[in-house]
């Protein structure tokens, strides 16, 4: 474990070797119990915030985002809440129930899409279910929509929800909105609501989706609903679009010749992986050896090279108040903070799931290899806790040093190590 760049010295002796026993696990399980690190606690709506540590001030990671929740639900899931996970659900349906406007005037063509704050809000207040209207953000996003359709098809597989008449219609809502804004062509700011472009990981999201809820329509006794083969029929048009050009970009992020969209390695392709399953076979090979030659760094992993957020010294070059403003369209001004490709910041949240995708390849093969990057992966997800127990966002070079940066706990980054831990005890011997 020299390699490992240990943050919490009381972890390093905690790690898990590669023929990991259940004892193991537990070990490191009561140690982070203890000090309450991947605690997830919700808002009264049931939404999470993306960090419970981040509350006053002008980060705004007090705000709930859609895709974050998606993930915390998904924890909470695998780790045997399944009503954490449909209070999640729910709330986003709430939210979209109240906000439906914005899916229906884009369908019918009464707003423009290409005006980010006509679409579907991704990130609002998860206390009230408002809007926040005072400030423009990057709400093209279509893998967060990806993402909560395929939260409510899967929940409702798992017989964990009851979807409704009412339900439904969003569901509907949400499969003809996609159609209206074409996904599968639609330049969209992705999982790091970015420079628009046309994103593989968005893409990926959105086929996931939709092949969760073809399939929870097409398990569905005839006629139980009454747009049910209408929409089943829809939603297959619109995968067979998504994998089409699915097939024709990847392993790229972006073939698009902008060199602000251009992009061959991003780090959100391994979520195609997992949890979504939408990529496999010698594609999966070839982008998790992308990610792990490329974006991997000695203590996390850059989200695609040449990624300006927290670029060194950032919190001293640039005031509080733009650290965390919406940058999509003016991506040049934080860009130049970077001066040197490998000086990006180095995020928390990937080593966990890549620890899950090897440890589902070591189930499904056996073989020695993936159990060991398995425990790697886990490892280092492990060594990123900070000193006083917490899971950061990423660390960035301060004084020489990278250092986490202060949205810590990053509930993202704690559901998806309890992903991590819940393929650990799966695969322990």
């Known amino acids: ?3 490992l760049y240990f943050h919490n010295e ?3 002796s905690c790690c898990l070797p590669a023929r990991h026993r259940k004892a193991d696990i537990d070990l490191i399980s009561r140690t982070l119990n203890a000090h309450g690190t991947l605690l ?3 808002l009264q709506s049931g939404l999470y915030s993306a960090s419970n540590g981040i509350q006053t001030g002008d980060s705004g990671y007090d705000k709930v985002w859609v895709r974050d929740n998606v993930y915390v ?17 729910k709330g986003l349906i709430r939210f979209f129930s109240i906000h439906r406007e914005r899916f229906d005037n884009i369908i019918a063509g009464r707003t423009d899409p290409t005006n980010v704050q006509n679409r579907p809000h991704v990130r609002f207040n998860g206390k009230t279910l408002t809007e926040i209207q005072d400030q423009h953000w990057a709400h093209a996003q279509n893998d967060a929509i990806g993402y909560f359709l395929w939260l409510c098809a899967i929940l409702s597989r798992r017989k964990v929800m009851s979807l409704d008449s009412t339900d439904y219609e969003i569901l509907s809502l949400v499969v003809q909105y996609l159609r209206a804004i074409r996904f599968w062509e639609d330049e969209d700011s992705g999982h790091w609501e970015e420079a628009r472009k046309i994103s593989s990981s968005s893409i990926g999201v959105v086929v996931a989706g939709l092949d969760a809820l073809a399939a929870l329509l097409d398990s569905l006794p005839p006629h139980s609903h009454i747009r049910q083969n209408q929409l089943l029929n829809l939603t297959s048009d619109l995968i067979g679009f998504g994998r089409r050009e699915l097939a024709a970009t990847l392993p790229n992020e972006c073939k698009q010749i902008s060199p602000l969209q251009n992009r061959r390695y991003d780090a959100a392709l391994i979520f195609l992986l997992y949890p979504l399953g939408v990529v496999e076979g010698a594609m999966a090979d070839l982008i998790l050896s992308d990610v792990r030659r490329f974006l991997t760094g000695h203590i996390g992993i850059r989200r695609y090279l040449r990624d300006s957020y927290w670029a060194p010294e950032y919190d001293t070059r640039v005031p509080q108040s733009e650290q965390t403003r919406d940058y999509s369209e003016d991506m040049y ?3 130049v903070l970077l001066e040197r490709v490998g000086d990006e910041a180095q995020w928390c949240i990937f080593d966990s799931i890549l620890s899950v995708i090897y440890g589902q390849r070591f189930q499904q093969g056996g073989a020695i290899v993936d159990r ?8 280092r997800a492990i060594a990123q806790i900070t000193q006083d127990w917490k899971c950061p966002e990423l660390y960035y070079l301060k004084d020489g040093l990278y250092r986490p940066n202060p949205h810590s706990p990053l509930l993202w980054a704690q559901a998806n190590l309890t992903l991590a831990f819940k393929m650990a005890y799966i695969t322990a011997s």
């Open 73 to 89: 639900a998904l924890a909470q899931l695998e780790s045997g809440n399944p009503n954490n996970a449909l209070a999640v659900a």
């Open 40 to 42: 997830l606690t919700p």
């Open 1 to 3: 474990m020299d390699n």
């Open 372 to 379: 060991e990057f398995q425990a790697l992966h886990f490892n």
């Open 333 to 335: 001004t934080r860009d």
């Open 10 to 12: 009381i972890l390093r």
